[in-house]
């Protein structure tokens, strides 16, 4: 039997070269980085030059405009490269870009401080994705303005423009500094509160929101009457629980009501629950605060409630939402709390660590 024997030595053509490349490529696919590389090592023995890259940076390099329309934009790219469910993304965008801002105050003219933006736009389902730097960019063009919400109106329409798209939102997240005098020690000192303006665009309707997170502490009532008993009834010396609180008071602005400063809101949490945690503290400051924690012992109830109460009087606030957590000193768990007025923040559903984010470490 003669058996033939392929020629070997025969000059492939082009088809059979974009074959051979072809399986090089779905090898290459799956191969290990050290198996391609040792592969291209051998390129120059076979008469192909391995790649001679520059290792310098080129700092004369200037990109044109010639230049930079030749650059691959993937994540702009045409809906064929959506990978996935072809569907409409609610929100994408950038979380905690920082920069400088400047902000109206009520008590002390304007103050510069650290910000933390977060911005967002809904993505069609055909499209496969945004240029995030289009969001800093638009947000730059104002920074150097005193913000408001107006200003951030005109961020977010810039954004909104470029993006070609139809919800958005802007979120501003600062510490707010404001001097808070002691009890009864004349000193004074500055808390601080965790503060964020949000404004949100959705089918066409713009939401002015501030959310403050409040920081007090509360006596429990029964700790308290127990307490009590043990010192009536047995002359037992006895002292009532009482713990590290916060509340995260959540506000649409009615700007055409009037403006609600920040102080205005922190004002408005005093008058519900006057035992805000203290700064400056001597003696006569810690029995003060012993005494105004006895006059003023709450359950976490009582607390959405009287914050309730505060925001329903404010014609300048419309929907509203409380979460507060009480972060016991009885138990190993919080007592937890949320009420909520108007459709905005109502929600079947709650965030898993809601509650653990309002922690606030000393």
């Given amino acids: 039997m003669t058996v033939h024997q392929p020629d070997i030595a025969a000059t492939p ?27 291209a090592r051998e390129l120059p023995a076979v008469g192909i030059p391995y790649p001679d890259f520059s290792r310098v940076y080129p700092e004369g390099f200037a990109a044109d405009d010639a230049y930079k329309a030749t650059l691959p934009d993937l994540q702009n790219g045409p809906a064929s ?20 801002i400047r902000f109206h105050t009520r008590d002390n003219g304007d103050l510069t401080l650290e910000t933390s933006v977060t911005g967002t736009v809904s993505l069609e389902s ?6 995030m730097s289009r969001i800093m960019r638009s947000f ?21 423009s470029d993006l070609e798209s139809f919800d958005a939102r802007i979120q501003m997240r600062i510490s707010f500094p404001m001097k808070v005098n002691s009890l009864r020690s004349g000193l004074s000192g500055y808390q601080y509160y965790d503060i964020t303006l949000e404004l949100v665009e959705q089918a066409g309707v713009r939401q002015k929101i501030m959310h403050l997170d409040y920081v007090y502490s509360s006596t429990c009532p029964c700790s308290l009457e127990l307490s009590e008993h043990a010192r009536s009834q047995r002359g037992q010396l006895a002292t009532p629980h009482s713990q590290r609180s916060v509340a995260r008071i959540s506000v649409v602005v009615n700007c055409d009501k009037g403006c609600l400063w920040f ?100």
């Fill in 81 to 100: 490269l959506i990978r996935g469910a072809k569907q409409l993304i609610q929100h994408v965008g950038i979380s905690n870009f920082r920069l400088p």
């Fill in 263 to 362: 102080e205005d809101l922190i004002d408005l949490c005093r008058r519900a629950v006057p035992t805000e945690t203290q700064v400056m503290v001597k003696r006569e400051d810690e029995q003060a605060f012993a005494e105004l924690n006895a006059a003023n012992p709450i359950f976490v109830e009582d607390a959405a409630r009287l914050f309730c109460a505060q925001l329903q009087a404010d014609p300048r606030i419309g929907d509203f939402r409380i979460v507060a957590s009480h972060q016991e000193s009885l138990h190993s768990h919080d007592a937890v709390s949320v009420l909520f007025e108007g459709d905005t923040f109502a929600a079947a559903s709650l965030e898993p660590r809601l509650f653990s984010s309002l922690v606030h470490a000393g």
């Fill in 126 to 131: 055909d499209k496969k994705g945004i240029n």
């Fill in 140 to 160: 730059y063009a104002h920074s150097e303005k005193t913000f408001s919400f107006e200003v951030i109106e005109a961020a977010l329409d810039d954004y909104k």
């Fill in 13 to 39: 053509d082009q088809a059979e070269a974009t074959a051979a490349l072809d399986l090089l490529r779905r090898w290459a696919a799956g191969a290990s980085p050290a198996d391609r590389a040792a592969l």
